[in-house]
């Protein structure tokens, strides 16, 4: 029996959508968002416009589709990263380390949106995901009380500190690991054990 809930997505459709990220990606480090237009991407990604129709709306549509595919895809990897328990290494360090893994990987994708000042979506996205995780960690935590720093803005600290180094990281073409700017961002948020 097929399952209802996650029917199979043609992979014809599936190809299709990625020759059209693909240009919008290829464009984005070309020209600006505000230049940029269904025309050029169906040109760039050999397709009509009718196809790109098809699969979205318009070019708002198409970020807000893309913005939420990786979102869930950075969800996934914070919920559901496993570990050794008989390493030295705690969750948190394991998730940080996997994420950074994972947009190494997608390298051309993540230096051209989190770089991008027109289309901001993108990090705000990972900025609200990464502020509720840092929310859930230090939930029981009395930072306020131990550190004399209210919640909240070691919460922003944190959030945005993170992007920060992930972009700086991305536009100088990632001259650290992974794994190695893992351990440090642990230093610097003491969520690794030493």
């Known amino acids: 029996m097929a399952d209802q809930e996650n029917p199979r997505i043609d992979p014809r459709i599936l190809r299709t959508r990625q020759l ?4 919008l990606i290829d464009l984005l480090q070309e020209v600006d968002i505000n230049k940029i237009t269904v025309n050029r991407i169906a040109e760039r990604a050999t397709i009509n416009r009718v196809t790109f129709y098809l699969h979205y709306k318009d070019i708002p549509d198409m970020l807000e589709k893309m913005a939420q595919e990786m979102a869930e895809d950075i969800e996934s990897i914070m919920g559901s990263t496993t570990y050794d328990q008989n390493s030295d290494k705690n969750i948190d360090f394991v998730k940080l380390e996997t994420l950074l893994e994972y947009i190494a990987e997608n390298d051309k994708f993540y230096k051209v949106v989190l770089n991008s000042r027109r289309s901001p979506i993108f990090t705000e996205r990972l ?50 690991t992974p794994q190695f700017l893992a351990k440090q961002l642990s230093r610097l948020f003491r ?3 030493e």
Do not use: C, F, H, Q
């Open 20 to 23: 059209i990220k693909e240009a």
């Open 127 to 176: 900025l609200t995901i990464l502020t509720k995780a840092i929310t859930e960690k230090t939930a029981n935590n009395k930072l306020e009380t131990s550190n004399n720093i209210p919640r909240d803005i070691a919460i922003w600290y944190g959030s945005s500190a993170l992007i920060g180094t992930i972009v700086a990281w991305l536009r100088n073409d990632m001259p650290y």
């Open 191 to 193: 969520l690794g054990k």
